[in-house]
Structure formats: C-alpha cells, structure tokens
C-alpha cells in the first residue's frame, strides 16, 4: 500500500514525461513540379513536360540512377519538440542540415519553460522508472536552487539529464532528408531518434510522395525499407 503522499508524489513526477511532436513549418511550394523543371533544364527535355505522369517518371527515373543533386532544389522545415538532448545531439551530426536550437544558456526551467524529459520504454518497464523520475525531479530542483542562489544557467546546467527536452528546428533540402531518413530509420538505429523521423518522413511522404516513393514505411517493426526495383 501506498500512503497518499507517496500517491500524489507519483502523479507530479509523471508530469515530468514529454512526448515528442514533429511540426512542418514550410515545404517548398509545388516541390516536386520545381524538381522536375530543375532536371528538364539540364537536358533541355522541356518538350517532354506533362505533370503529373511526366513528374513521377522522371523523379522515380533520377532516384534510380542516383542522380540525386536535383532533390536539393526542395527544402522542408520542421519545428521538433519533446526530444531529449540524446536525440539532438545525434540530429546535429548531419552537417548539410541547418540546425537553430533552444539554447539551455538562456532559456531558464521553470521560468521560461517547464523542465521535462524523456522516459525510455525500457525504464518504463522497469523497476528503476520511479527513481529515474525522482531523479530528474531532483536534478531539476538542484537547478534550480543553484540558479537563485547567482549560478549562471550556463554552469546549473550540468546537473540536468541527457533526457532533458530541448526544441529544435532544422532546414534541409529533400536529398539530404532521404540521407537522413536512410540511416536514423533504419532498424539499428537509436530508438528516439528513428520514432522522430518516421513521423518527419510520414509527413514528407505526403508532401512530395514521389520523391520518397521507395521509402516503404514497416509501421510494425517502426522502420523504413527501401524499396530498389
């Protein structure tokens, strides 16, 4: 049995929990119609233009032959939320990608933002889920007490939790995310970073299908597959 105190206890902490949400903020307009002008240019093919049967031939055709420079003509923008540092740390490494980050220097939790982190399934399930919430709880309030006893947040910071949230926005033409969908989706991939980026391409799919046309989405195993037929 547990005394209510303890109860209560339980219930704040798991509001420590974030779950992850992946915003497109912008796409370039008739992305897939400039992809395939772009190409057409380079041949001087424009005689063979009719969108859009000559748009998905023509795309499927370059992503075949792995003439991938005309996908960089497309960009796509999206604002990411409730992942940990974990997974920004590993987003980052992609350095044809444009990154602008919450910054963990200014921004002050429990200020300007609640603190929150991320709970891996694994703890979850596990015997150690309660002490690793008491456990950011205390980092959190260990913070907090440095910074309003003249810590800089800059230095406070080092307590906090590699699960600490932190939002993120990043900007990357539509070659660059077929990379980055090709190694973060694939099955050994980190678990976080792989669930944030299929929920990007889900959306990409909708967005430009024909550009990631051979990126088959396995819902139950939450990899990607390509597909090269």
């Known amino acids: 049995m547990h005394s209510e105190a303890e109860v209560k206890e339980k219930v704040d902490l798991t509001k ?4 992850s949400e992946v915003v497109l903020m912008a796409i370039t307009p008739n992305a897939e119609d400039v992809i395939e002008r772009a190409c057409r240019t380079c041949y ?16 499927k055709k370059v992503i075949r032959k792995k003439h991938h420079s ?11 939320k409730g992942g940990s540092r974990v997974f ?6 992609h350095r044809l990608m ?41 980092a959190e309030r260990f913070y907090t007490e440095m910074v309003a006893n003249g810590v800089p947040k800059e230095d406070a910071r080092f307590v906090l939790l590699n699960g600490t949230t932190s939002e ?24 976080e970073i792989r669930q944030i980026c299929l929920e990007m391409l889900r959306v990409l799919k909708k967005e430009a299908p024909i550009v990631f046309w051979d990126y088959e989405i396995d819902e139950e195993n939450q990899c990607v597959k390509i597909i090269t037929e």
């Open 44 to 59: 001087l093919s424009f005689h063979r233009y009719d969108p859009p049967a000559s748009t998905a031939e023509l795309i």
């Open 98 to 138: 444009s990154p602008s980050q919450e910054s963990q220097r200014y921004v002050e939790y429990g200020k300007t933002r609640d603190y929150d982190i991320v709970v891996p399934e694994t703890i979850k399930n596990s015997p150690y889920y309660n002490r690793y919430l008491e456990y950011a709880a205390e």
């Open 88 to 93: 920004t740390h590993e987003l980052v490494r």
């Open 16 to 19: 420590l929990e974030a779950k």
């Open 168 to 191: 993120i926005v990043i900007t990357a033409n539509l070659r660059e995310y077929r990379h980055i969908f090709s190694v973060r989706c694939h099955p050994r991939a980190q678990w």
């Open 70 to 80: 005309v996908l960089e003509h497309a960009t796509a923008t999206f604002r990411i």
